[in-house]
């Protein structure tokens, strides 16, 4: 019997379908548990993980924020007594975007001790929110096995960034002194593991 030949204007297109079916597949490989929830879309989110004990914790998006548009000012919301929304000439907000996942077979909390540090040193702490009055706050909480922070059908988890809501207060002079370091803290402000931020 003889093998049929494809003509040769059809050839190109066996191949270019062999190439799209080798490039799925692999894309479909490169699929890992800690990729299964859905990450932002966004040019400043590298969606680093880090192991910080029990709990593994990925940026969702870092980014300045600006208290006057509809979506951040949302975000400025559940602020302390005292503490205004409004900003010095030299000040402005920043906010970290975290997702976290108990990867253990036990119960495991998440921390919400954490520090922002630029290249001079000067290190900058999250303003405490009023959870009540910003529901996209992040806030400590224990998580079963294969638990997550934000859990599914939360306002956090259906918001734009799909992360918990850390809010800084920085100094302009961080756009002269990046990166940006975020360290996640533990007991006794011991350093569990650090994420470089996209400024």
Known sequence: MTPVRLPAALMPRRHLIALCAL????????CGDKTAHPTVANDNNDGDYIDAGPVTYQLQISRELNQYSTEDSQYV?????????????????????????????????????FEVVDTEGNTYYPVKLDTALNPFAWTSQTL??????????????AGPTQGGLLLFRVNDSV????????????????????????L
């Open 144 to 157: 079963a096995p294969n638990g997550t922070e934000p859990g599914p059908n939360t306002i956090q988890a």
């Open 77 to 113: 919301k559940g602020l302390p007594a005292g503490l205004s929304a409004s900003l010095g000439p030299t000040q402005e907000w920043f906010g970290v975007f975290l997702w976290a996942k108990n990867q253990t077979k036990g119960n495991a909390t998440t921390t919400d001790n």
């Open 23 to 30: 490039v799925l597949a692999l894309g479909l490989a490169a």
């Open 175 to 198: 756009y002269s002194n990046r990166p940006l370091t975020l360290y996640v803290l533990g007991a006794n402000n011991k350093k569990l593991g650090s994420i470089s931020l996209n």
